[in-house]
Each structure stands twice: as structure tokens, then as C-alpha cells.
């Protein structure tokens, strides 16, 4: 008998997007009065997409997928960011998980993996040059007691 699967995905695009806890940011498009301190400002666009596939039940496999690319600002800027991750390409991430329900205990691990590709970025923000992955695994585990 095949247990019931949850799938689960999600899309965003937008600019500015770090009170979304993502990438993003703006940067000075241009300083047409630098002596009275008016700066004129760009925001940098993103895209993040993820997804997730798990089964339901006492005990429940599941993965989770995601994907974020930081595509730059729209016009020409002069290279001064208040962002988040100006310097990141790309962030992907795989994290397979086991839970285990046991009446008022649940156990779980899970893992997770994730590469960010930083490098250069260009005069509209995009990082296309000298690019260089970093990689991390990280191993969770948890305990609940529910009363």
C-alpha cells in the first residue's frame, strides 16, 4: 500500500526582497548631487523557486528542493549595495528527511545541503565573473515531546 504524499512548491520573483529573509537589496543608480547627499537608487531582482515532496504517517520520508538566482538591478549602478548577498550567483539546496512519530514523541533528522556560487558583480549587479562555489552539509536532528 503506497502512503499518501504532500507536495508542496513555490515561486517568487521580485526586487528588493530582503524582508523576505532573501537575496536583494538596491544599490546607488546615480549621485546627481553628491555635495547635498541625493542619491538615486536601483533594486536588485531575484527569483526563488523550491519544492517539496513528502509522505504522511507514523513515519515520514521527504525532500525538499530549492533554488534562488540573483539577476541583478535593471539599470546601471555605481557598485554601492545595501543588499543582501550582492555577491552571491546562485544558492541551491537538497535536504532529505526522515520523522518518526511515536504518540507524544516525534524524532527526526534531516540533512541538508547547500552550494552558493559568489563571485564579480557586473555594472547592473549580475555576478558573472570570477565564480566560486562554496558548499556546506549540515546534519539535524530533533526531539519533541508533545503534552
Known amino acids: 500500500k503506497m502512503p499518501t504524499i504532500t ?3 513555490h515561486f517568487v520573483y521580485g526586487n528588493n526582497l530582503t524582508d523576505l529573509v532573501m537575496l536583494g537589496g538596491y544599490a546607488v543608480k546615480s549621485a546627481p548631487q553628491p555635495s547635498r547627499l541625493t542619491y538615486e537608487y536601483t533594486p536588485a531582482n531575484v527569483y526563488s523557486i523550491w519544492g517539496e515532496v513528502s509522505t504522511n504517517g507514523k513515519i515520514q ?9 540573483n539577476l541583478g538591478t535593471a539599470e546601471d549602478n555605481l557598485g554601492v549595495y545595501y543588499s543582501r548577498g550582492s555577491n552571491i550567483n546562485t544558492v ?3 535536504s532529505p528527511r526522515i520523522v518518526g512519530n511515536f ?10 545541503y547547500t552550494v552558493a556560487e559568489y563571485g564579480k558583480a557586473d555594472v547592473q549587479g549580475v555576478v558573472n565573473s570570477n565564480l566560486s562555489s562554496v558548499s ?11 503534552f
Not at 61 to 66: E, H, L, R, T, V
Not at 136 to 146: I, K, S, T
Request: aromatic share 22%.
Open 136 to 146: 556546506n552539509l549540515r546534519v539535524l536532528m530533533a526531539f519533541y515531546y508533545f
Open 7 to 9: 507536495c508542496k512548491a
Open 92 to 94: 541551491y539546496r537538497i
Open 61 to 69: 520520508a521527504g525532500i525538499f528542493g530549492g533554488f534562488t538566482k
Open 103 to 112: 504518540e507524544k514523541l516525534r524524532i527526526s533528522t534531516e540533512f541538508e
